[in-house]
């Protein structure tokens, strides 16, 4: 009830406020971090030779050999790449707008992102859903990642086209895709995502909202404004994030 009455406040007067991380960053860190293994490890290789009871050791890889791209350097964002980079992967981030993250090679606007794509292992999706990036991982942009590449959408499902996914899984361009967001949830019986051995399916759940860091970071914000500062977290409803 306190979180919901703080959040209406916050709505009233701003009509433009959200919460940060609230506790989510690290699980949304661990997530992905499980993904980036099954890529580097083989794993999901390993367990599609279980269902034809092969046993056939694969080369191993090293995690600076393996290049993560994260899609949005936002609160979330920038926390997953900074804790990739942390156990030696090669991160890089794109944003819309030029940003600065240590240890992060960050692109950003239309080129910089067609150049990240090409330099991509495991491809992160953490962008909020705007009209500028609903979409955006089409049959075109993921034809730009190098054959073997895998898919990680932790954003919003209304950003991939999940028929075009499906295409290049089934013609063996991408190798492998692990996806918590869709455009319709629950997703459909009837999607054919489903019943594919190269696609782990997760319930909306890399990272849900923690009671007492979201509780926390709303009273701050309530004393912020008491003060008459400018709360964290402000969204600009012409970006609409």
């Not at 942390?86 to 940003?99: C, E, I, L, Q």
């Not at 009273?219 to 012409?238: H, W």
């Amino acid at each position: 009830m306190i979180v919901w009455l703080a959040a209406r406040i916050f709505r009233h007067m701003f009509r433009s406020s959200a919460l940060l991380t609230a506790g989510m960053a690290q699980q949304m860190s661990e997530y992905v971090l499980y993904g980036v293994l099954r890529h580097q490890r083989h794993f999901d290789l390993y367990q599609q030779q279980q269902e034809h009871g092969n046993w056939q050791p694969l080369p191993p890889k090293s995690a600076h050999e393996v290049r993560v791209s994260v899609l949005g350097l936002g609160a979330l964002g920038a926390e997953v790449a900074k804790t990739l980079a942390g156990f030696g992967y090669a991160v890089s981030g794109w944003s819309r707008r030029p940003k600065n993250l240590p240890g992060i090679d960050c692109y950003h606007g239309p080129e910089g992102l067609a150049l990240l794509l090409t330099r991509t292992d495991v491809l992160v999706g953490m962008l909020p859903s705007t009209p500028a990036t609903r979409g955006l991982l089409d049959q075109q942009r993921l034809s730009q990642l190098p054959r073997g590449a895998t898919l990680i959408n932790v954003g919003r499902g209304d950003q991939l086209d999940e028929q075009a996914l499906l295409q290049l899984l089934e013609s063996g361009h991408l190798r492998f895709a692990q996806l918590d967001v869709f455009a319709n949830e629950p997703l459909p019986a009837e999607s054919r995502l489903w019943r594919r051995n190269d696609v782990a399916i997760t319930p909306h759940i890399a990272a849900a909202t923690l009671y007492q860091p979201a509780v926390t970071q709303i009273a701050n914000n309530l004393q912020a404004l008491s003060r008459g500062e400018v709360p964290a977290g402000l969204v600009d409803r012409t970006l609409a994030y």
